[in-house]
């Protein structure tokens, strides 16, 4: 059973930064786009930054700048620098991934880690 297991997260004060990393484990055969999505209280859940497999990435024009997402292997991080209040929210892996080599992709998630910027 694949399982995606986030790490990292925390409370920092405005303009620090947090390192967080997922780790997918499992029955895994190929994984394709790793992305890292959030969801802020009452909001919906909104992709932050995704990178493929082949290294190409993608932004949220909130994260351009200030976060940047790498993977190696079956993991992927996220290194977010300037942080501010509205960063606030519990932040998810997202893998897209086949179990078999059949290749038939299908999107997993992680449990989430809090993140909380205080101004």
């Known amino acids: 059973q694949v399982q995606l297991v986030e790490s990292g997260g925390g409370v920092v004060q405005a303009g620090g930064s947090l390192r967080l990393s997922c780790a997918a484990s499992?029955?895994?055969?190929?994984?394709?786009?790793m992305a890292w999505y959030r969801q802020a209280p009452g909001e919906q859940r909104e992709l932050v930054a995704a990178?493929?497999?082949?290294?190409s990435t993608n932004y949220a024009d909130s994260a351009k700048g200030r976060f940047t997402i790498s993977r190696h292997n079956a993991k992927v991080y996220l290194q977010m620098d300037s942080l501010k209040p509205e960063d606030t929210a519990v932040y998810y892996c997202?893998?897209?991934?086949?179990?078999?080599?059949?290749?038939?992709?299908?999107?997993?998630w992680g449990q989430g880690t809090q993140v909380t910027v205080s101004s």
């Open positions: 990178i493929a497999s082949g290294g």
């Open positions: 499992g029955f895994i055969f190929k994984i394709n786009t």
């Open positions: 997202n893998a897209d991934l086949s179990e078999t080599a059949a290749l038939k992709f299908k999107g997993y």
